[in-house]
């Protein structure tokens, strides 16, 4: 079956005008769409047209003229960063400051979860913008103020959320994120520090999920080959436990001939533990986030499911696999405009 991978998109050009300009933005994935077997697809390693030679009869005064032109341009590029990006940086935290502040005293507020509970119906009813029912104050000012990019207001909400971890005044705040990098260092610290918080569990768990993707896609396969031949078991020496050494897929070394068969060389049993580094290779290229790797299987599943040639005994089991709920939540990004729920 032949899949592709449409689900990674550029995400949305308009930005927000003045201080409320992102610098970069990362690719958003449509969780509704991404299919995980695309990762398992070769890509192709086709070259793009080589680089003009540069000529080599320019003259030392054009030479001279073409790096007196360089010269002015970096000097262009100092003065920018000076006189716009700095700027632009400092006024941008300056604000933020002011959100945390507001957002600091309604937090202190006896009416805070009215006051935002009041900021949810007016985004709502004034410009079809819905936020959680549990949404702190810093993330209900953030989205107001923040109206037309929900990329950047989950940023500074996060960038927000630490600065109140950490008990900082809005005062403080403006230098401890230039101290910090900015934003968006600010946002990949937090995020690398609860990776490795978690990682040994997401890693055991990410693991499992692409052997599982590996093994529907086996069910799928139109490919299969006969053999009758030995299987050489590796297994470590710490794997006692016949099950837990047991490995659920069979590895094949082959060569491919002048006539493009394979010659098969050996096949392998290679054991839980070498089996899991190797399938953590195959999918290195795969999303680390839980959430993220979780729908691109389902999704995979979803179209497993309408292939006719599939048993009756297989088709059933994606059905229940597919009815039960996500096993793991999206905790990266904060969705603002999901369907309010009314909990007043």
Same mark, same amino acid.
């Given at each position: ?12 050009? &308009? ?19 991404? =299919?995980? /077997? ?18 080599? =009869?320019?003259? #030392? ?10 010269? =002015?341009?970096?000097?262009? *590029? ?33 009416? /805070? ?17 819905? $936020? ?30 630490? #600065? ?14 230039? @101290?910090? *990098?900015?934003?968006?260092? $600010? ?18 768990? @990410? ?17 299969? $080959?006969?053999?009758? *031949? ?9 794997? &006692? ?5 047991? /490995? ?8 491919? /001939? ?17 089996? =899991? ?11 680390? &986030? ?5 729908? *691109? ?17 297989? @088709? ?29």
């Amino acid at each position: 079956m032949q899949m592709t991978n449409g689900a990674i998109r550029s995400p949305n050009k &308009d930005t927000l005008p003045s201080t409320l300009q992102t610098l970069d933005k990362e690719p958003i994935i449509d969780l509704d769409t991404f =299919d995980l /077997s695309a990762f398992v697809l070769p890509k192709s390693n086709a070259k793009g047209p080589g680089q003009k030679p540069v000529a080599q =009869d320019k003259t #030392a005064k054009e030479i001279t003229e073409f790096i007196q032109e360089s010269d =002015d341009l970096f000097k262009m *590029g100092q003065k920018y960063e000076i006189e716009v990006v700095a700027r632009g940086h400092q006024s941008l935290y300056e604000l933020l400051a002011s959100i945390y502040g507001l957002a600091l005293r309604i937090e202190q507020s006896e009416q /805070s979860n009215k006051v935002v509970a009041g900021i949810r119906k007016y985004l709502k009813d004034n410009h079809q913008i819905s $936020i959680q029912t549990n949404s702190t104050p810093i993330a209900a000012i953030v989205r107001y103020v923040v109206r037309n990019d929900k990329v950047a207001a989950s940023r500074y909400t996060k960038v927000l959320d630490v #600065a109140r971890k950490e008990n900082l005044s809005p005062e403080e705040l403006p230098a401890y994120v230039t @101290r910090r *990098g900015g934003v968006t260092q $600010i946002q990949d610290t937090e995020a690398n520090q609860l990776a490795k918080a978690t990682g040994d569990k997401s890693s055991k768990e @990410r693991t499992e999920m692409i052997r599982e993707l590996f093994k529907w896609i086996a069910v799928g396969s139109q490919e299969s $080959i006969a053999y009758t *031949g030995d299987v050489a078991v590796h297994t470590e020496p710490k794997e &006692d436990d016949k099950e837990a050494a047991k /490995s659920t897929f069979c590895v094949f070394v082959a060569c491919q /001939s002048e006539d493009g068969t394979y010659k098969i060389v050996s096949a392998n049993e290679m054991g839980k533990s070498y089996e =899991d580094n190797l399938v953590r290779f195959l999918g290195k290229s795969m999303p680390s &986030d839980l959430h993220t790797l979780e729908r *691109g299987l389902r999704n995979f599943k979803k179209k497993l499911a309408l292939d006719n040639s599939l048993s009756a005994g297989e @088709r059933k089991q994606l059905e229940r696999e597919l009815a039960a709920p996500l096993k793991y939540k999206s905790v990266d990004v904060i969705e603002m405009d999901m369907p309010e729920k009314d909990s007043e």
